[in-house]
Each structure stands twice: as C-alpha cells, then as structure tokens.
C-alpha cells in the first residue's frame, strides 16, 4: 500500500516473475507492452477516464521469449517491470472464483471488506449492502465502457479477470485505439474469434456483469435476486444514454432534440465508409 494526501493506493508489479496465479507462465514482460502501459495508462488518465496508473518502469537484465504475433515465431526480448497502481486491483474474477469454488464464507468477507473499503456510501448495517454494491458496479461499468468508446479505445481482452470492480480501466495488454472509425477493429492478433472487437465491449461488459450476478447470489434472498436481474437488464439504458451523453459533447449539441441519436449514428456510419 501507498498513501498519499489521504488516498491509500495499491501497488502491484507487472513483469516481476511468477505468481501463483501465473497458469504456469514466466511471469516476465516485455519492454514494448511495458511502455505502452505506462504510456496509455497515464494518458487514459489525463483524458478524464478511470485508470490505474503506472508510477515507474525498470528495464530488466532478464531475456523474455515471447511469440509476439502468435505465429510461431518466437524471439528473445528484453525485460521490464512496471509499478502500478490503483485504488483497489478486486476483479469480477475476485468473486467469481470464490463462489464457483463454494467458499461463501470467504466470499461475504471479501464483499464485505470491498463494501467497506471503497464504497463509503454504502452502510455496512444495511441488509441491501450487497445489492446497492451490484446497481454501482453495473451502473460505473456502463460508464466506463461509454468512456472507452468515446476515445476509441479497446482494451483487447474484456474477461471477468480484467474487469474492475472499481470500474476503472486495468491490465493494459494487447489494446489500441481506433485509427478510423471501425466497429470490427480487434488489437488482439490471438483474438481470431473478434469476441473482443470495439463493438462488442458494451455486451461484453453485460456478460461480465451477469457472471458478477451469478456469483453474489448465493448472498442475496430471493426478493433482492429479483431486484438484482431488474438492474441488470437496466445496464443498456444506462450505458447508451451516457454514450449519447458523450458523443453529443463531442459534437457540441446542447439540450435535448430527437434527432440527436439519429444525427450520431448518421456520422459514425459517415466515418465507416470514409
């Protein structure tokens, strides 16, 4: 931990070998996907988007082996590690693993512990804790997907283990920004299926955000599931409103007019075929 000014910020370093979580990996990084961490971590944040941030980045004397376009061609490149921070590093994945594996107990704690470190509007007293939790989650998420898709980002790899629970923008890997308009760009060479394109972000982050569901139920009674199911099905209002939001800053349109939506979609077709 880091506390500075009253924030308290967690440190993590990417590159610096095995963890237990590594799948058998080395563990390393390289020096390329290390600048461009620091890089576009601190520039997302300069542009107004949640984000970890990168505080340094140290070149290793270590050799990494890395395919880097997953073609077979494998080559030696040199190491770096990166300090991060952020204000939590809990993922979706954080819950999913707990309730898949049956550790409820483990799970509430851990629930409990986030509720009480980052969420202070939330009172640990109220029986509704975990679901109030939910509706901030899946509304702060529909931003933040809103956000990245008003500066043409993609992330490259929107699984349960790279998303937040936060809402902010981690794990920097194979990601990149739109040259041109295009909702089918993929920055990830090993994504042949496109699951992870620009376009998709928005469902995919719906699908994420029902796995989170999935596994804070075992937390909730039944009247608080049902009510849980009625903010989920919510997150496409709330994610299109707050990207109509943005992208009618971007044009300058003040006020409310109908036509606003249809003037968006007519220029993001527009930019498609320039």
């Known amino acids: 931990y880091f506390c500075r000014h009253g924030e308290r910020w967690e440190l993590q ?7 237990p979580y590594s799948r058998n990996g080395d563990g390393r990084a390289v020096l390329r996907s290390s600048v461009r961490e620091f890089l576009c971590s601190e520039a997302m944040h300069y ?3 949640p984000t970890s941030r990168a505080a340094s980045l140290v070149v290793s004397d270590d050799d990494v082996w890395r395919d880097q376009f997953y073609n077979g061609n494998i080559k030696k490149e040199r190491g770096a590690v990166v300090l991060r921070l952020a204000k939590s590093w809990f993922r979706i994945g954080s819950l999913e693993i707990l309730a ?3 550790e409820l107990d483990l799970l509430r704690r851990l629930v409990d512990f986030i509720i009480q470190e980052h969420f202070p509007s939330i009172a640990m007293n109220d029986s509704n804790r975990y679901l109030e939790f939910f509706s901030t989650v899946v509304s702060e998420t529909a931003n933040l997907i809103a956000l990245w898709m008003s500066v043409g980002f993609a992330h490259g790899v929107c699984n349960t283990d790279n998303f937040s ?3 902010i923008t981690i794990d920097y890997g194979p990601f990149g920004f739109m040259d041109s308009y295009d909702p089918n760009f993929v920055p990830n060479t090993s994504d042949d299926e496109r699951r992870y394109k620009i376009g998709n972000q928005a469902s995919v982050g719906l699908f994420n955000l029902s796995k989170l569901l ?3 139920k ?3 009674d039944p009247r608080q599931k049902q009510l849980a199911s009625q903010i989920l099905e919510g997150y496409g209002e709330h994610y299109y409103s707050r990207f109509t939001e943005l992208f009618k800053t971007k044009l300058g349109l003040l006020g409310q007019n109908e036509n606003d939506n249809y003037l968006i979609a007519f220029l993001l077709k527009v930019s498609l075929l320039c």
């Open 218 to 220: 075992p937390l909730l």
């Open 165 to 167: 629970l936060l809402s």
């Open 100 to 102: 898949h594996s049956g």
């Open 13 to 19: 370093l990417k590159g610096s070998g095995k963890t």
């Open 47 to 49: 542009l107004g988007i």
């Open 214 to 216: 999935q596994a804070l």
